[in-house]
């Protein structure tokens, strides 16, 4: 039966360089080189630690908002590293409490997207007014009543 394995193995490709490539994450340390350092020690109170925060939030708000679009996340894409640079800048302005320069980058970051990868859709956009239940109701025939 090891045979039939080691057989198995030998037919496997090997995986090309350029996939792996593909598959890299940006890095609080390629990341902060959008800031300038005094800006960045500023925003993160002199603490990598609040910039990792700040990128990993930012890379979850910035791939669900682009999953919502119907678009894959991709870090290697461009306008992806652009948008991530842009969620990222404003989740260290709102750690800081800093919410009108936030709002503004905020507006770049969604300008970002929506003209990239299409409007972000939120779970209670395109819901219609509740008109009831599902399923409909359907009522016996009144041979089939009760009590007659």
């Known amino acids: 039966m090891s045979d039939y ?3 198995v193995t030998d037919e496997i490709p ?3 360089e350029s996939f792996l490539e593909s598959t890299e994450q940006i890095t609080l340390d390629e990341i902060k080189t959008s800031l300038p350092e005094q800006d960045y020690q500023t925003l993160t109170i002199g603490d990598d630690k609040n910039g990792l925060h700040c990128l990993v939030t930012a890379k979850l708000r910035v791939k669900a908002d682009i999953q919502s679009t119907g678009n894959l996340y991709d870090e290697t894409v461009p306008e992806v590293r652009l948008a991530l640079m842009k969620m990222w ?3 260290l302005y709102s750690f800081i ?3 009108e320069k ?4 905020y507006e770049d970051y969604s300008l970002i997207i929506k003209t990239s ?3 972000i859709h939120t779970k209670g956009e395109n ?3 509740d008109t009831g ?3 409909g109701f359907v009522s016996a025939p009144k041979r089939f009543a009760r009590g007659r």
């Open 5 to 7: 394995y080691d057989d």
């Open 89 to 91: 800048i404003y989740e």
């Open 14 to 16: 090997e995986v090309p």
């Open 133 to 135: 239940p599902a399923v």
């Open 117 to 119: 990868f299409g409007s």
């Open 102 to 105: 936030a709002k503004s980058v």
């Open 97 to 99: 409490g800093e919410s």
């Open 127 to 129: 819901q219609t007014e």
